[in-house]
């Protein structure tokens, strides 16, 4: 499966985004979806994923969500804060995160 990620950018404190993941090559069914980022620095940190169960690592601020139709998958983002600062990652899983399919990833910035 291919994923594509879009919609980050440059943000303010307090502003919601939503990123968006297209996927392609296979159904999203056949995966565990999930969101991750990296910001500088730091190690690669799980955001939400979405498959039998839900997980947020935020539920009052990030929100998974999927589109099996569309073979889309978001990231809805509120209240941003400059912390959440990094790339953003769009994964496929059928076996585990290291043998996931990534993304390229997408650049959020909030500023203070």
């Known amino acids: 499966v291919q994923l594509v990620e879009s919609g980050g950018g440059l943000v303010q404190a307090g502003d919601s985004l939503r990123l968006s993941c297209a996927a392609s090559?296979?159904?999203?069914?056949?995966?565990?979806m999930g969101w991750f980022r990296r910001a500088p620095g730091k190690e690669r940190e799980m955001i939400a994923t979405?498959?039998?169960y839900t997980y947020s690592a935020d539920s009052g601020r990030f929100t998974i969500s999927t589109d099996n139709d569309k073979n889309m998958v978001y990231l809805q983002m509120n209240n941003l804060n400059p912390e959440d600062t990094a790339v953003y990652y769009c994964?496929?899983?059928?076996?585990?995160?290291?043998?996931?399919?990534w993304g390229q990833g997408t650049q959020v910035t909030v500023s203070s």
């Open positions: 994964a496929a899983s059928s076996s585990g995160w290291d043998s996931a399919f």
């Open positions: 090559g296979e159904s999203i069914i056949s995966y565990v």
């Open positions: 979405r498959g039998t």
